[in-house]
């Protein structure tokens, strides 16, 4: 039932997206911060935090989807903030994984290391690719 349950909402959202993303109509929000209340923010932050520890949901695709669909947030300004909020998160899960031998270490390391060069290039690219752009690829990839 689980299954059936995310599979539904994992095709819904991109779906939804692609669509809003494709027409080009769509004025691209601005700001530097994500609208909404500190209740709402960490109701969504615990919601993921927990789906994200319990089955490795991938925590910035359902953050950054959260603060586009739920919250109303420029596409720019959640890419940042779901990365720097994984900061601590991925710190504290990593520690315990490691203590409960549940890591390859050598592959950990390769794929941090990919994920280093990576976020350079995508954090260069982001402020020159228009949002709507960002967001039709993002949606289309998943």
Do not use: H, W
């Not at 994992?10 to 997206?17: A, D, N, Q, S, T």
């Not at 027409?23 to 609208?35: F, L, M, Q, W, Y």
């Not at 890591?103 to 280093?116: E, N, R």
Request: aromatic content about 8%; charged content about 10%; glycine content about 14%.
């Amino acid at each position: 039932m689980l299954k059936i349950i995310l599979g539904a909402a994992f095709l819904y959202v991109p779906l939804r997206m692609i669509y809003k993303g494709s027409r080009r109509s769509v004025e691209a929000k601005t700001g530097n911060i994500v609208p909404g209340g500190a209740l709402a923010k960490s109701s969504i932050g615990f919601v993921i935090g927990v789906l994200t520890g319990i089955i490795s949901l991938g925590g910035g695709y359902a953050l950054v989807l959260s603060m586009i669909c739920l919250l109303g947030a420029p596409v720019k300004i959640t890419i940042g903030t779901s990365l720097a909020s994984f900061i601590s998160m991925t710190l504290i899960s990593g520690a315990f994984k490691i203590y409960q031998g549940l890591v390859d270490v050598i592959v950990a390391l390769s794929l941090g290391a990919g994920m280093a060069i990576g976020a350079q290039i995508g954090s260069r690219l982001v402020p020159r690719v228009p949002a709507s752009y960002i967001r039709l690829s993002s949606y289309t990839f998943l």
